[in-house]
């Protein structure tokens, strides 16, 4: 049986158009091109909290630390920012934003933060970490992602907990 010349290009058409955008979709969630090399990244952090003095944020806060598992080395994070909201009052949980750095044996890895943290009871930390490609050495051209979870005690002015996500290195 034939099939029409127009019923053909219409579906090969469909079907190409569909590939092109599955495509693009893909690469824009790898973070580049497709010889990008991606790797899920894990591992726990510790840091001390450091407000003024040392401090040269926006915000005056800053955290220091160690990391391990895949992005092993020295973690410091710059806020930038410091956002209370409506809610803040009743739950005790404020908005935040900053730069944040990883320093690695192979160079260092740069990423833009935004995160909440409780600041009374339990002092819940959850951020996420968008690498920005503006690295040094094997970080050069970086993208992907780490969300951070942990602890936040201000009595003691140390945080900790863990990290994961997938970084993709051209």
């Known amino acids: 049986m034939r099939l029409p010349i127009r019923s053909i290009k219409g579906r090969t ?18 973070g580049g091109p497709a010889s990008a090399v991606s790797e899920v990244v894990s591992g726990k952090f510790d840091t001390e909290v450091v407000v003024g003095g040392d401090c040269d944020a926006p915000a ?8 391990t598992g895949n992005l092993k080395g020295t973690f410091t994070l710059r806020v930038a920012e410091i956002i ?5 009052p009743t739950t005790g949980v404020i908005l935040f934003t900053g730069d944040g750095t990883v320093e690695t ?16 009871d339990h002092g819940v930390l959850t951020s996420l970490c968008l ?3 503006e690295g040094t050495g094997d970080w050069v051209g ?11 005690d201000l009595a003691a002015a140390v945080a900790t907990g863990s990290y994961k996500g997938q970084i993709a290195r051209p």
Do not use: H
């Open 13 to 30: 058409g469909v079907v190409l158009t569909s590939l092109a955008l599955l495509a693009l979709t893909v690469s824009a969630f790898a």
């Open 60 to 67: 005056g806060i800053c955290a220091t630390g160690t990391t």
């Open 131 to 133: 690498v920005t490609g």
């Open 142 to 152: 970086a993208s992907g992602y780490f969300q951070v979870d942990g602890t936040v």
């Open 84 to 88: 209370p909201t409506s809610d803040t």
């Open 105 to 120: 044996k192979n160079g260092t890895l740069r990423c833009k933060n935004s995160g909440v943290l409780q600041t009374r």
